[in-house]
């Protein structure tokens, strides 16, 4: 081929327009939390000389067969440890040989150490589905589970936070400085999403011009739901999507495309109660999810309605915001006193000696 030819044709490939990048979605690596977990806590399980470890760590295999969360599993070993720990330091040397009233001073020695009620309870159901498991494969007497222990829980009130401390609060979150931040304030509070649901959140599972939120498994009940966000939130989200790297394939990540954990959330959020000046209140970031049904219920939503927003299985639970806001009742309260301030009640009071 003639010279000139060839250099014709190495000047026509290399005015040629290099072909556009594109840009792949980063997509994390799946992972199946809950075998993580196992495999991390069976390692801490070898090697500690404990009454009944090896039956533990079996334990903890059939409930990761069982399709167990890793937070189950997490909850469980924690629970399990501690109670082989104690039966050590009672001098018990083997499970087989347990008793119902080691179970109860497990109990005892807990709230010896100022455990909450509830954390002493979930400690307790832990541990009595192991033994019961124990007792299904013939290593515990049956006799250990016969009567039951059970520990009473405060009926506590949810802790919402009031509206004068909501506007405290959103308004040291700069729009500008911060949309990352004010997305997660504004989605929590205004679809009432436990931080775990958000945090596993992907961009398909957001609906914008719906203004939907597809909750395909809850954290908690691993029931799946749809939740609704409002224009406010809309608004601080699409901010937020505008900075976002868009080869992201999870709504919210940390730093340097770090999984955004709950304790990173947590710590955001406790930094701007301080900066609001709320610190010595006792909110937590839970308490955005009970602010968000407290104030459905005060603008007139129905009860039925909260409870599939909230995910709850039993509306008995959705009930306990109901006495935070029952103003029917507030507003017979005040009338009924009212009349008895202006002494206009009229009647004698004799006694009744069955009251």
Same mark, same amino acid.
Request: hydrophobic share 40%; proline share 4%.
């Given at each position: 081929?003639?010279?000139?030819?060839?250099?014709?044709?190495?000047?026509?490939?290399?005015?040629?327009?290099?072909?556009?990048?594109?840009?792949?979605?980063?997509?994390?690596?799946?992972?199946?939390?809950?075998?993580?977990?196992?495999?991390?806590?069976?390692? *801490?399980?070898?090697?500690?000389?404990?009454?009944?470890?090896?039956?533990?760590?079996?334990?903890?295999?059939?409930?990761?067969?069982?399709?167990?969360?890793?937070?189950?599993?997490?909850?469980?070993?924690?629970?399990?440890?501690?109670? @082989?720990?104690?039966?050590?330091?009672?001098?018990?040397?083997?499970?087989?040989?347990?008793?119902? *009233?080691?179970?109860?001073?497990?109990?005892?020695?807990?709230?010896?150490?100022?455990?909450?009620?509830?954390?002493? %309870?979930?400690?307790?159901?832990?541990?009595?589905?192991?033994?019961?498991?124990?007792?299904?494969?013939?290593?515990?007497?049956?006799?250990?589970?016969?009567?039951?222990?059970?520990?009473?829980?405060?009926?506590?009130?949810?802790?919402?936070?009031?509206?004068?401390?909501?506007?405290?609060?959103?308004?040291?979150?700069?729009?500008? *400085?911060?949309?990352?931040? /004010?997305?997660?304030?504004?989605?929590?509070?205004?679809?009432?999403?436990?931080?775990?649901?958000?945090?596993?959140?992907?961009?398909?599972?957001?609906?914008?011009?719906?203004?939907?939120?597809?909750?395909?498994?809850? %954290?908690?009940?691993?029931?799946? =739901?749809?939740?609704?966000?409002?224009?406010?939130?809309?608004?601080?989200?699409?901010?937020?999507?505008?900075?976002?790297?868009? %080869?992201?394939?999870?709504?919210?990540?940390?730093?340097?495309?770090?999984?955004?954990?709950?304790?990173?959330?947590?710590?955001?959020?406790?930094?701007?109660?301080? *900066?609001?000046?709320?610190?010595?209140?006792?909110?937590?970031?839970?308490? @955005? /999810?009970?602010?968000?049904?407290?104030?459905?219920?005060?603008?007139?939503?129905?009860?039925?309605?909260?409870?599939?927003?909230?995910?709850?299985?039993?509306?008995?639970?959705?009930?306990?915001?109901? =006495?935070?806001?029952?103003?029917?009742?507030?507003?017979?309260?005040? /009338?009924?006193?009212? @009349?008895?301030?202006?002494?206009?009640?009229?009647?004698?009071?004799?006694?009744?000696?069955?009251?």
């Amino acid at each position: 081929m003639a010279p000139e030819l060839v250099s014709e044709q190495i000047r026509q490939r290399s005015f040629q327009p290099a072909p556009p990048k594109l840009i792949l979605p980063f997509r994390r690596q799946t992972r199946n939390p809950a075998k993580d977990a196992l495999e991390k806590l069976s390692l *801490k399980l070898k090697g500690r000389d404990l009454p009944g470890i090896e039956l533990a760590e079996k334990y903890l295999s059939r409930l990761y067969s069982r399709n167990r969360r890793a937070r189950t599993i997490e909850q469980n070993y924690t629970s399990i440890t501690f109670f @082989l720990e104690f039966l050590k330091t009672q001098g018990i040397c083997c499970i087989e040989a347990v008793a119902r *009233k080691d179970l109860a001073a497990f109990v005892e020695h807990e709230q010896d150490r100022g455990m909450k009620p509830v954390s002493i %309870r979930g400690r307790l159901c832990s541990v009595k589905a192991f033994l019961r498991h124990l007792i299904e494969e013939g290593v515990v007497r049956y006799e250990v589970l016969t009567k039951s222990i059970s520990v009473k829980i405060p009926d506590a009130l949810p802790k919402a936070i009031a509206p004068e401390d909501i506007r405290a609060l959103l308004s040291v979150i700069d729009g500008r *400085k911060c949309v990352r931040n /004010r997305a997660i304030i504004l989605i929590l509070l205004r679809t009432g999403m436990r931080i775990g649901e958000l945090l596993a959140l992907r961009m398909e599972d957001i609906n914008l011009k719906e203004q939907k939120v597809f909750i395909y498994e809850a %954290r908690k009940t691993g029931s799946g =739901r749809v939740v609704y966000f409002s224009a406010d939130a809309k608004e601080a989200l699409v901010d937020w999507l505008q900075e976002k790297d868009p %080869r992201e394939d999870v709504l919210f990540y940390g730093t340097a495309h770090e999984c955004l954990t709950y304790a990173g959330a947590r710590v955001m959020f406790v930094k701007y109660l301080k *900066k609001a000046g709320l610190d010595h209140k006792g909110y937590t970031i839970h308490c @955005l /999810r009970h602010t968000f049904a407290s104030e459905l219920l005060n603008a007139g939503m129905r009860l039925e309605c909260v409870q599939p927003l909230l995910g709850h299985t039993s509306i008995e639970v959705t009930r306990r915001y109901a =006495r935070l806001t029952d103003k029917t009742r507030e507003d017979e309260y005040f /009338r009924a006193m009212a @009349l008895i301030e202006k002494g206009e009640i009229h009647g004698s009071y004799r006694f009744d000696h069955r009251l």
